[in-house]
Structure formats: structure tokens, C-alpha cells
């Protein structure tokens, strides 16, 4: 089945504690892509990767680190969580951007304490 | 930059009645998306615009793009109560090696049974 898998779907973390989120897609997609989605503030996008060793900051990089050592792999990481990043993470891949549908992972909270 | 305003920001309707959501680029577009996202659940691919005027219908949902690549609308006709979901329009824009996707902040539209 042709899915975005994120990992681990909730985490409840301190402040400072370093953390991955992992992104799989099994479908030899090109882009990736990390959102993160707070209400009233919609989907604003971390970083993305055109491909393999390509990476480039979103809207709201400050705080993420991201890396893209295999095509089918987009781990987001925080390196020191603080509480303004508790939110609700996507990760998201399309075949290639401007090809239209992206395919979004089930999604991750994420609380920062 | 580029912005992407999108209103309402709320709608609630009765079971059959119409919706509308209006997207508003303030740069003009490669090609705009449109997604839906349930309660609970991730944004799930609606469709892609890319020419100037583009009207494509998909059951009673209908979509448009501007004549000037920078609005677009989705309309949905006869409510029912499966269309309950925050609905997001993407703008994609691409400037030589530059790409930005910018996501709408989304309409949630409830309906009343």
C-alpha cells in the first residue's frame, strides 16, 4: 500500500530533551516535506527536499534540523524541544513539485513540557 | 513573500445548502491545490489548477482558477454531512530555481443534519 508513515504518532517530551520524528514513504517520491499545523494558523512548512542530499528551510525553519541520506527517508529533528514547539507534524511526499498531490503522513503530536 | 489568504475562516451551513471558500494569492501562481482535512485526520489531496481560468468539477464540488493565476474558489453544492472538514488551498510558485508552496490557513466547514 502506497503510504507516508510517521513515527511516533504522540510524544510527550521536556524542554531541551533531543528528539527525531521519522518520515518513510514507500512510493519513490522525489519531495518531501515537513508542516507543522497549530490552529488559527493553518500549515506552515518546516523544510522540504527536492531529493536525495537537497534541503531547503520553509516559513518556519528556527528550531528544526532536517537531513536526506536516502530517497525514501525525511527524519525532522529537534534538537533542543522547547514549549513553543508542541504542535501537530505532517510530513508529506509527491512524486515531484508542480506534479500537484502530496500525500500526507498521519500526522504527529508533539507536547513540549 | 508569498501570502495566501483564505476565507471564511468559518462556515457552518444546513445539509443541503452551498459552500464557498475563496483563496487570494498576493503573488501570481505556477499552479494552485486544494485539499481537505477531517476532523482528526490529514490533508487528503483534492486537485490541481494550473491553467488561467481552469474550471474542473468533481461530483458537486467545483473548482476555479483566476484569470490572473492568483485566486481561486472551491464551491460545493448541496452540502451533506461527508463534506464536514477544514478545506486548504495550496499556491505553488516556482521562480527559476526557487520553489515555495504556501498553504492557505484552511476553512472549516461544519454542517447542521
Known amino acids: 500500500e502506497a503510504q507516508v508513515t510517521q513515527n511516533p504518532r504522540y510524544l510527550i517530551t521536556v524542554t531541551g530533551k533531543k528528539l527525531t520524528v521519522t518520515c518513510s514513504q514507500n512510493m519513490n517520491h522525489e519531495y518531501m516535506s515537513w508542516y507543522r499545523q497549530d490552529p488559527g494558523l493553518g500549515l506552515r512548512q518546516i523544510y522540504y527536499s527536492m531529493n536525495v542530499e537537497v534541503t531547503d528551510k520553509g516559513d518556519v525553519p528556527e528550531g528544526y534540523k532536517v537531513s536526506r541520506k536516502e530517497k525514501r527517508n525525511f527524519p525532522l529533528i529537534l534538537e533542543s524541544p522547547s514549549p513553543n514547539q508542541t504542535s501537530l507534524y505532517f510530513c508529506?511526499?509527491?512524486?515531484?513539485?508542480?506534479?500537484?498531490?502530496?500525500?500526507f503522513g498521519p500526522g504527529t503530536r508533539l507536547t513540549v513540557l | 513573500g508569498q501570502q495566501v489568504m483564505q476565507i471564511p475562516q468559518y462556515q457552518h451551513v444546513q445539509e443541503g445548502e452551498d459552500f464557498t471558500t475563496y483563496c487570494n494569492s498576493s503573488t501570481t501562481l505556477s499552479n494552485i491545490q486544494w485539499y481537505k482535512q477531517r476532523p482528526g485526520g490529514h490533508p487528503v489531496f483534492l486537485i490541481q489548477?494550473?491553467?488561467?481560468?481552469e474550471v474542473k468539477k468533481q461530483k458537486r464540488l467545483t473548482f476555479q482558477f483566476g484569470e490572473a493565476k492568483k485566486n481561486s474558489s472551491l464551491h460545493i453544492t448541496a452540502t451533506q454531512t461527508t463534506d464536514v472538514g477544514t478545506y486548504f488551498c495550496?499556491?505553488?510558485?516556482?521562480?527559476?530555481?526557487?520553489?515555495?508552496?504556501?498553504f492557505g490557513k484552511g476553512t472549516l466547514l461544519t454542517v447542521n443534519p
Open positions: 495550496a499556491g505553488e510558485e516556482w521562480g527559476g530555481s526557487n520553489y515555495k508552496l504556501t
Open positions: 508529506a511526499s509527491s512524486f515531484n513539485p508542480g506534479l500537484g498531490e502530496q500525500f
Open positions: 489548477l494550473v491553467k488561467s481560468g
